[in-house]
């Protein structure tokens, strides 16, 4: 028993959808109300289920309800869950941000938490005084920084600019150093999130690196929220995974990182009927998307194998005559987030210009290029030398399996995020 | 009662609650965090006179740009009394206290609106940064302190009759009283303007009628005697009188006033950490 370091009791969080103004001192006054005569929150009622996809009808919302679990003492426990899952939430209350509303948690020793590197930074400040700001608003004390300086600049290599404000320093610099500081922090618990995803490949290694020393070597107990499934598995020792404000899967990681991927296929298919459920995907003043459509052997689905082409069918309208509009996606590989390929539909012919009128533009993924596996295909349009028109807005989720293709003979599964078919010529030398 | 005994087997360093207690206002976390205060101040000053060419002289010449423009509206056009002192001292008095209040009060009241990004992102107590604020205003009102007590002996040694005595040594009272007021204050407002925005627009305009409630701009003795008592009622009153009658000699002094207003002002410095307390804890939600 005693070597839990956190024991979440029965957390939930209650939030107030829409704008926060008119209606609001009434309602704060029913509340208070309700508390003097010692009654429940008459609003706590009526909260539903966080599912940010269905339109509920009242603007209470639970972003987390009914959250227990228990974190040992070094543990290093991954929280995984969609957008919009509570992840956020979740870390914010641990980390004394904001407050649950109902439960309770209990802690043993000093929590850190880095929800954003760089908090506090003052742009005209040197990146000296920066690094003593930051590390006591993370709760060092000045000794204690002092003491670990060296090591910081080091971690950052900013050496030459440490007596330079820092709104002179390149972003990499500038978050380099902000993740050093936030790197040589010594407490007893540390909460991280995303953080890891910036700098370049090498800074994001060191981090890495660092992350593994703190929790693995320094038997610290950590708390690391993501998206990257590759970090997930190589860091933490137990995952937590949150679906619609609650725990939908709380044990071994391997077992958590299989039940999201399984999840989000299963929800794929849901997303591409509600996408054809709805009249138009995307509107823009010059463009409408009216439906993607994917296709495998005039099956729609999101479901391929591998060995067998893909169509992707755009249908859209343009409203005014838009020179060198470019319709495109990109494929992002789901576990290790890496973007396999962008193409866009004038990559092998000159862009012609639209007139308006309703348009058809189909791609054709070829066959075995894409290894068994769940990639994103995320939607790009814009238009050349003007801007996008998408932002990340839409991407639908696929899933491809090898039954037949190749390889498929072999129980091995192939490293890399592509399997294409190489030509190989073999012969015997006599 | 089992359960009640194994939790205190386990000791719990902490425990994250929707509530808090009315009066556990957690000062000894506060003053785990005392570095962090004096890094405030420290960013404070260094960040405003970065890029400036005059620098630190910007403090002098702040108060004493406001006490001519003053000497040349109200004692020149509006021609109100300065019960026979110095235009200059007599402004440059007022100028300096009153700046002091009105800086720190400005600053806490809009303190969850200024830092709304940072401290949704970190937890510190949030009581720092008031404190912070009050403790850079006070090194700044130092300075300008410094200004008033060299221009004070230049009119002295002129020979000027001016009468100085023995309550000066109230000064660091006076002081702290002010500081704990506009700090009290502040939280209050601070408090109020997280979810109703209402109060910051009002919050400028309020604090230039205090001033006019205050004797700054004119001598407590030029009031008729049947309204005294409306400009008796604001705690600032007994103080700028005091530090008047102490150094130059002219105005009001009683105890009663003084120990009115240090009493007014422990009521609000323990009103304002209640409220600002319960607030900082949620305010993340609503602001």
Known sequence: MSDIVIKAENIGKLYKLGEIGTGTISHDLNRWWARVRGKEDPFTKIGQANDRTVKGDNDWVWALQDINFEVKQGEVLGIIGRNGAGKSTLLKILSKVTTPSTGRIKVKGRIASLLEVGTGFHPELTGRENIFLNGAILGMTKAEIKSKFDEIVDFAGVERYIDTPVKRYSSGMYVRLAFAVAAFLEPEILIIDEVLAVGDIEFQNKCMGRMKDVSINDGRTVLFVSHNMAAISNLCNSLCLLDRGGIEYLGDVEEGVNRYMQYSKTKGVEIINRIAAQNSLLKHELFELISIRLLQDDQEGVEFVTNRDVKIKFLYRVEKTIIGLRIGFDIVELKSGITVFRSFHDDRKESKTHESGEFENTATLPANLLISGSYNLKIVIGIHNVGWITNDEISILIQTHNTTGINSQYADNRPGVILPAIDWVSKKNN | ?287
């Open chain 2, 1 to 287: 009662m089992s359960v009640h005994t194994e939790e205190q087997n386990e000791n719990w360093s902490e425990i994250i609650e929707p509530k808090t207690r009315l009066l556990d206002l957690r000062l000894r976390e506060l003053w785990r965090y005392r570095d962090l205060v004096l890094m405030f101040v420290r960013r404070d000053f260094v960040a405003n006179y970065k890029q400036t060419i005059l620098g630190p002289i910007w403090f002098f010449l702040q108060p004493l740009l406001t006490t001519i423009t003053y000497i040349f509206i109200f004692g020149r056009m509006a021609g109100l009394s300065t019960d026979g002192l110095p235009m200059l001292l007599f402004y440059l008095s007022g100028v300096t206290i009153w700046n002091y209040f009105a800086e720190t009060l400005n600053k806490t009241a809009t303190v969850f609106k200024d830092n709304a990004q940072m401290f949704g992102k970190v937890y510190f107590p949030r009581l720092t940064m008031p404190f912070s604020i009050v403790l850079s205003n006070l090194v700044r009102f130092a300075i300008q302190f410094l200004l008033f007590l060299i221009i004070w002996v230049w009119y002295l040694a002129k020979g000027h009759n001016l009468q100085p005595n023995f309550l000066i040594a109230l000064t660091p009272v006076l002081v702290l009283l002010m500081g704990l007021q506009a700090l009290g204050t502040g939280m209050i407002i601070s408090a109020l303007t997280t979810k109703y925005k209402d109060l910051i627009f009002l919050l400028t305009f309020g604090v230039q009628l205090l001033m006019f409630a205050t004797p700054v701009i004119y001598p407590m003795s030029s009031i008729p005697e049947q309204y005294q008592w409306v400009i008796q009622a604001n705690p600032m009153s007994a103080i700028v009188e005091t530090f008047r009658y102490s150094y130059l000699g002219s105005g009001t002094f009683s105890w009663l006033q003084l120990g009115y207003s240090a009493g007014v002002t422990l009521v609000i410095l323990i009103l304002g950490t209640i409220i600002f307390n319960r607030v900082e804890k949620s305010f993340t939600d609503t602001v």
